[in-house]
């Protein structure tokens, strides 16, 4: 998923509403709540860009073109991204907050 950090407050308030009108999150204070959504999303593109750097290094090192970067089936990606993907959800770590 590619996601721009410029959209980050729109969607993180988008996301507050949806769950604050669908009686999914009950909180005092909605600003905080769209503050920890921001920080997670921003701490999201954060770590794909790390990944995308070493990814980027790992091709260099091995002497491969840049041009086998885009390509999924890149080992080295499917490992990073899949790190990645074994770190919590924002939805489980929405509900185990205190909002």
Known sequence: MRLHSAKVPQIAAEMV????????V???????????????????????QEVSEQAKSMLAARGLPQTDFNRSGSSSLR?????????????????????
């Not at 509403?17 to 669908?22: D, I, K, R, V």
């Not at 009950?26 to 794909?48: C, H, T, W």
């Open 17 to 24: 509403s949806a769950l604050l009108s669908g009686g999914d």
């Open 26 to 48: 009950e909180s005092e204070s909605p600003k905080e709540v769209g503050l920890d959504i921001a920080s997670v999303l921003n701490q999201y593109i954060r770590d794909e």
């Open 79 to 99: 490992s990073a991204r899949s790190s990645w993907a074994r770190t919590p959800s924002i939805t489980s770590w929405i509900s185990s907050s205190k909002c």
